[in-house]
């Protein structure tokens, strides 16, 4: 079986490699075809990958905006990403969207959730 053209930037994101996920993950996202969804859903992925490495830097704001961003550019991403666990990461990336919007609201310091995983369907099993 052929590698997914995605898996070492996956790989990378889930060591949490971050800012290298995204180097590999924007060079499978500059071979797609303009105006695609397929590349709007990588752009996605590499905003993903962006976001959280605004977090491990201590930038909250930066990734709860880019994840955000993330977000909306990987909806309807199951037809043309289907490799990839949709449902599983987006469960995932929930927490984190709570965590990052409740940081500026509350005194303290909550824990932040676990990080996610970018796992392909097959993994997930």
């Known amino acids: 079986m ?12 889930n060591a949490g490699h971050f800012f290298d996920a995204h180097e590999a993950l924007e060079d499978v ?10 590349r709007r859903h990588l752009q996605g992925l590499v ?3 962006v ?9 909250r704001v930066g990734a709860r905006s880019v994840l955000e961003r993330a977000l909306r550019n990987v909806e309807g991403a ?3 990403l289907p490799e990839v666990d949709w449902e ?14 409740g940081a500026r ?5 909550p824990s932040p ?5 970018v796992l392909l369907r097959h993994q997930a099993r």
């Open 78 to 80: 199951e037809e043309s």
């Open 47 to 49: 905003q993903l990958a």
């Open 2 to 13: 052929d590698e997914y053209p995605c898996q070492p930037g996956l790989a990378l994101f």
């Open 113 to 117: 959730p676990e990080l996610p995983k």
């Open 51 to 59: 976001a959280f490495h605004h977090q491990s830097t201590g930038n």
């Open 105 to 109: 609201r509350k005194p303290g310091k």
């Open 88 to 101: 599983r990461l987006r469960t995932n990336l929930e927490s984190w969207r709570d965590y990052l919007a």
């Open 29 to 38: 996202w500059r071979e797609a075809p303009r105006h695609s969804a397929r």
